[in-house]
């Protein structure tokens, strides 16, 4: 399967935002969005044209997709599931990106980033109701239960993790953890209003309505 290999503030730089994919280094001033590169990558212009409305949608698109960590392939398919469910198929998005086993094990504090909550995934150092879930797409429901293997949770890694979690304050309230046992549980399924990122949704439904 394809992942990008490339250099990964790179992306940042192109959705000029911080999309947290190197975990704590995006909370601080050696983000290059945040220091001296506050433009995009490649040759410097001295005027940008205007961005069309499509531009405007894709770029939203990218931001979101690239946020999650997302292929492009993976990204389309999980929106036309949100597509087919009941409600504002925007919402219905977002949700389904939140329900994601690696973003729940980042939510959870498990992780300084979505990148590295996956990894713990794919090395099956993650138990999903007591039994080992190596699918970082795996969709939670309400009530799941998320652990860390038992002998994964003296790992240095996540000891630092659940320490910025602590400090900044980051569970959000659709999840109940525990960090003394290195466990969690969904305790309902997230909402728009749950989301701190201000993503715009909407364009993205308006770039694959076309």
Known sequence: MGRYT??????????????ML????CLTDKCPVKGKKKYPPGP???RRAKLSDYAVQL???????????????????????????????????MSLLERRLDN???RMGFASSRMQARQ????????????VVDIPSYRV??????????????????????????????VPGWIEVDFEKRNGKIVRLPVREDLTSNFNDQLVVELYSK
């Open 141 to 170: 429901q309400e009530g799941t239960a998320v652990s860390i293997r038992e002998n994964h949770t003296g790992n240095v890694m996540l000891e630092d993790s659940i320490k910025l979690a602590k400090a900044i304050d980051s």
């Open 120 to 131: 713990l995934v794919k090395h099956k150092h993650v138990h999903v109701n007591g039994r």
């Open 59 to 93: 770029r939203e698109k990218q931001r979101i997709r690239r946020s999650y960590g997302l292929l492009e392939k993976q990204f389309r398919l999980l929106f036309q599931d949100a597509l087919r469910m009941k409600g504002v198929t925007g919402d219905n998005m």
């Open 104 to 106: 729940v094990v980042f």
């Open 6 to 19: 490339g250099p990964r503030c790179k992306l940042c730089r192109r959705e000029m935002t911080p999309l």
């Open 22 to 25: 190197k975990g704590q280094r």
């Open 44 to 46: 410097p212009r001295k």
